[in-house]
């Protein structure tokens, strides 16, 4: 059974940074695409980021672009989303999603899987 497991989040202060991690057990397969997704208190779920199976190809959220990386290691079946410039709108639950899709396009629609979240909170 496959398994989304993000680690990363906490509290960090406007201008900060954090790195997030997502880390994939039980594929079947290494041609997926895999991404970024978060939700603020009250507001719905949105697209960060998505990452193509080879890489070579990113995505972000107008909101993130220039501040935001996502990266994978496809040996260790993880994804990174490493986040610079923190404001407090960024604050949010971040979840990890996955669909097993070989395509060199990088846009996560249709995700199979998904991660139970982590928590990045930006407050002075």
């Known amino acids: 059974q496959l398994q989304l497991v993000e680690s990363g989040g906490g509290l960090v202060q406007p201008g900060g940074s954090l790195r997030l991690s997502c880390e994939a057990s039980?594929?079947?397969?290494?041609?997926?695409?895999i991404g970024w997704f978060r939700q603020a208190p009250g507001k719905e779920r949105e697209g960060v980021s998505c990452?193509?199976?080879?890489?070579?190809?990113?995505n972000y959220a107008d909101s993130v672009k220039g501040r935001f990386t996502i990266s994978r290691d496809n040996a260790k079946n993880r994804v990174y989303l490493q986040m610079n410039s923190l404001k407090p709108e960024d604050t949010a639950v971040y979840y990890c999603?996955?669909?097993?899709?070989?395509?060199?396009?990088?846009?996560?629609?249709?995700?199979?899987?998904w991660g139970k979240g982590t928590l990045v909170t930006v407050s002075s």
């Open positions: 999603a996955l669909r097993y899709y070989h395509t060199v396009q990088a846009i996560c629609v249709n995700m199979d899987y």
């Open positions: 990452i193509s199976s080879s890489g070579g190809n990113t």
């Open positions: 039980g594929l079947t397969s290494p041609y997926y695409i």
